[in-house]
């Protein structure tokens, strides 16, 4: 994932790397817990790569 994140331009790659395996890895829990996927997901997604710097 850091060399995605690296190609698309993150000012910090190997962050941004990390904060979206954890994400996905909670978002995945809550799924197996409650059988719904959290639909503010793609919100927090959105707002971590506007943070890193890719629009």
């Known amino acids: ?3 995605q994140a690296e190609r698309a331009g993150a000012s910090e790659p190997e962050v941004l790397a990390e904060q979206l395996v954890v994400l996905h890895t909670g978002a ?3 799924t197996l817990l ?3 996927y959290p639909d503010s997901v793609r919100a927090v997604v959105e ?5 890193h710097g890719i629009d």
């Open 1 to 3: 994932m850091r060399r």
């Open 28 to 30: 995945a829990d809550y």
């Open 34 to 36: 409650t059988g719904n």
């Open 47 to 51: 707002a971590l790569l506007t943070a």
